[in-house]
Protein backbone atom coordinates (compact mmCIF):
# COMPACT_ATOMS: atom_id res chain seq x y z
CA UNK A 1 0.00 0.00 0.00
CA UNK A 2 2.68 2.47 0.95
CA UNK A 3 4.29 2.38 -2.84
CA UNK A 4 1.15 2.56 -4.50
CA UNK A 5 0.44 5.68 -2.07
CA UNK A 6 3.81 7.04 -3.07
CA UNK A 7 3.43 6.34 -6.55
CA UNK A 8 -0.22 8.54 -6.76
CA UNK A 9 1.46 11.20 -4.34
CA UNK A 10 4.01 11.74 -7.19
CA UNK A 11 1.54 11.67 -9.82
CA UNK A 12 -0.24 14.65 -7.60
CA UNK A 13 2.25 16.63 -6.87
CA UNK A 14 3.82 16.43 -10.50
CA UNK A 15 0.31 18.10 -11.62
CA UNK A 16 0.58 21.00 -8.90
CA UNK A 17 4.15 21.83 -9.94
CA UNK A 18 3.76 21.37 -13.91
CA UNK A 19 0.54 21.82 -14.91
CA UNK A 20 -0.42 24.27 -11.78
CA UNK A 21 -3.34 22.69 -11.34
CA UNK A 22 -5.61 23.73 -8.00
CA UNK A 23 -4.18 21.42 -5.00
CA UNK A 24 -8.37 21.36 -3.86
CA UNK A 25 -9.05 19.71 -7.17
CA UNK A 26 -6.78 16.62 -6.40
CA UNK A 27 -6.36 14.01 -4.46
CA UNK A 28 -4.00 10.60 -4.21
CA UNK A 29 -5.15 7.41 -3.59
CA UNK A 30 -3.25 4.13 -2.84
CA UNK A 31 -5.35 0.83 -4.18
CA UNK A 32 -2.25 -1.29 -3.65
CA UNK A 33 -3.61 -4.92 -4.30
CA UNK A 34 -7.46 -4.32 -3.83
CA UNK A 35 -8.18 -3.20 -7.02
CA UNK A 36 -5.59 -5.05 -9.78
CA UNK A 37 -6.90 -5.33 -13.39
CA UNK A 38 -4.56 -8.40 -13.34
CA UNK A 39 -3.54 -11.63 -11.51
CA UNK A 40 -0.20 -10.69 -9.27
CA UNK A 41 0.91 -14.22 -9.87
CA UNK A 42 3.01 -13.44 -12.58
CA UNK A 43 5.76 -10.91 -13.13
CA UNK A 44 3.62 -9.32 -16.46
CA UNK A 45 0.20 -9.26 -14.39
CA UNK A 46 1.73 -7.30 -11.23
CA UNK A 47 3.77 -4.96 -14.37
CA UNK A 48 0.10 -4.29 -15.18
CA UNK A 49 -1.01 -3.45 -11.99
CA UNK A 50 0.95 -0.74 -11.35
CA UNK A 51 -0.31 1.90 -12.82
CA UNK A 52 -1.94 5.18 -12.34
CA UNK A 53 -5.53 5.88 -13.43
CA UNK A 54 -6.69 9.60 -13.38
CA UNK A 55 -10.44 10.06 -12.72
CA UNK A 56 -11.95 13.54 -13.55
CA UNK A 57 -15.14 14.72 -11.84
CA UNK A 58 -17.01 17.17 -13.02
CA UNK A 59 -17.08 20.64 -11.25
CA UNK A 60 -19.57 21.22 -8.23
CA UNK A 61 -20.62 24.34 -9.91
CA UNK A 62 -21.04 23.78 -13.58
CA UNK A 63 -20.25 27.30 -14.23
CA UNK A 64 -16.81 27.13 -12.98
CA UNK A 65 -14.18 27.82 -15.68
CA UNK A 66 -11.57 25.41 -15.36
CA UNK A 67 -9.06 26.40 -17.55
Known amino acids: WELSAARATE???YLL???QLPADRL?????AD???????????GRAHNRRIE???LPSEDPTKDLS
Open 11 to 13: VVR
Open 54 to 56: IIV
Open 34 to 44: TAPVASNTTDE
Open 17 to 19: TRA
Open 27 to 31: SAVGR
